[in-house]
């Protein structure tokens, strides 16, 4: 298993403005991703972090909006920018620590943002 | 693009009574996972099912992966209080990947 810390927990932002979030592992791992969970949702998947180069998107995410860095194989940082209240939503960062298809999901406690 | 079902998005139960929560893939998989969310905090994994027709048990949970490798349920028996939460399950499409399509999860609400 691994063991996640998100930074900050909770935010309150005006609109207009950019959030980053800090997600830290306590060993190196293969896989990051970051996902986006609307109150009451499931799991939206905006990305796969990769080290070392530009991050993975899905259908309706760009990097403009969710610039993603992955410096190194326990840290990486999502930027929500230029907010609006649609933003408002739990971003979680998850790893799947090993290397093979179909590994098990270890998600971080999130990010609480509410833009207003 | 594959799409994983859950169903029913909430269920009520009075603590003590069964609750079966269902997923249904539109394509095979290559396995299965379980996740349980708590009001308030973030997924946790429960268990994963990989061969077809598995069956397996933690407690009073009880988690199945259909014959065709596309359906799975989880039941919880004689449900207590602290079973609240939102049950996600999670698929990998067969072939390979590293990416879940994760179920829009079914919230049981037990009362006292």
């Known amino acids: 298993s691994a063991v996640i810390s998100q930074k900050p927990s909770r935010d309150i932002c005006q609109r207009g403005t950019s959030l980053t979030i800090q997600c830290q592992v306590d060993?190196?791992?293969?896989?990051m991703f970051w996902y986006r969970q609307q109150p009451g949702q499931s799991l939206t998947l905006i990305a796969t972090?990769?080290?070392?180069?530009?991050?993975?998107?899905e259908s309706g995410f760009v990097i403009d909006k969710f610039p993603i860095s992955r410096p190194n194989l326990t840290f990486s940082t999502l930027t929500v920018s230029n907010m609006s209240p649609e933003d408002s939503s739990i971003y979680l960062c998850?790893?799947?620590?090993?290397?093979?298809?179909?590994?098990?999901?270890?998600f971080g406690p999130g990010t609480r943002l509410t833009v207003l | 693009g594959q799409q994983v079902m859950q169903i029913p998005q909430y269920q009520h139960v009075q603590e003590g009574e069964d609750f079966t929560t269902y997923c249904n893939s539109s394509?095979?998989?290559?396995?299965i996972q379980w996740y349980k969310q708590r009001p308030g905090g973030h997924p946790v994994f429960l268990i994963q099912?990989?061969?077809?027709?598995e069956v397996k048990k933690q407690k009073r949970l009880t988690f199945q992966f259909g014959e065709a490798k596309k359906n799975s349920s989880l039941h919880i028996t004689a449900t207590q209080t602290t079973d609240v939460g939102t049950y996600f399950c999670?698929?990998?499409?067969?072939?390979?990947?590293?990416?879940?399509?994760f179920g829009r999860g079914t919230s049981l609400i037990v009362h006292p």
């Open positions: 394509t095979t998989l290559s396995n």
């Open positions: 060993s190196q791992v293969t896989m």
């Open positions: 998850s790893v799947t620590p090993e290397q093979g298809f179909g590994d098990t999901q270890y």
């Open positions: 972090a990769n080290q070392g180069s530009e991050a993975t998107y």
């Open positions: 099912l990989v061969k077809s027709g």
């Open positions: 999670a698929g990998h499409a067969s072939g390979g990947s590293y990416i879940p399509t």
